[in-house]
T-cell receptor, first 113, second 112 residues
């Protein structure tokens, strides 16, 4: 079974550049989540979607961050312009919704220099 | 927001020893999940708990949903080197907003 697929696995970019992270959830899952993981703050929920609709984006750090889910099989997280403090591992996860367990992708390690 | 206090932060044990870690919260959770994360990978679900008092096993792993619904523990018996990793507790607090809150993790090191 294909799990949650994220791309790219690694991204190195310069400050000020636009970064787009991509995610393909598990087929049949109707909820999709974007998390950020850092040593200092652990796993933080940025935004989640239910049936392609953003439900809670209160974790999005600031206006430089945006997320879209144009259809049930694809989502993007965009950072524009990127800053060094955005360096982290970004995870996408999906689930059947409600309190069903989340299944995570292997993340995108973002480094902004 | 919701917070989960996970302890210990790290553990160094010898192969064959048993391990116990736990999570507590000041508020009630209606679902507890335990995940393991290996380096360079995403968290992988180990055990899911849905009812207060529930005790569930997955091989050498056993987890319990506390009666007060404010805590959960994970035990690993007869540890082996591949148990090394970061273990996270996570919980859903219910209501209409299904946000999964994570603990800060327990880093487990197993010495062969």
């Amino acid at each position: 079974d294909a799990g949650v697929i994220q791309s790219p696995r690694h991204e190195v970019t310069e400050m000020g550049q636009e970064v787009t992270l991509r995610c393909k959830p598990i087929s049949g899952h109707n909820s999709l989540f974007w998390y950020r993981q850092t040593m200092m703050r652990g796993l933080e929920l940025l935004i989640y979607f239910n049936n392609n609709v953003p439900i809670d984006d209160s974790g999005m750090p600031e206006d430089r961050f945006s997320a879209k889910m144009p259809n049930a099989s694809f989502s993007t997280l965009k950072i524009q312009p990127s800053e060094p403090r955005d360096s982290a591992v970004y995870f996408c996860a999906s689930s059947f919704g409600g309190n069903s367990p989340l299944h995570f992708g292997n993340g995108t390690r973002l480094t902004v220099t | 927001g919701q917070q989960l206090n996970q302890s210990p932060q790290s553990m160094f044990i010898q192969e064959g020893e048993d391990v116990s870690m736990n999570c507590t919260s000041s508020s009630i959770f209606n679902t507890w999940l335990w995940y393991k994360q290996d380096p360079g990978e995403g968290p992988v679900l180990l055990i899911a708990l849905y009812k207060a008092g529930e005790l569930t096993s997955n091989g050498r792993l056993t987890a319990q949903f506390g009666i007060t619904r404010k805590d959960s523990f994970l035990n690993i018996s007869a540890s082996i080197p591949s148990d090394v990793g970061i273990y996270f507790c996570a919980g859903f607090s219910g209501g209409s907003n299904y946000k999964l809150t994570f603990g800060k993790g327990t880093l487990l090191t197993v010495n062969p």
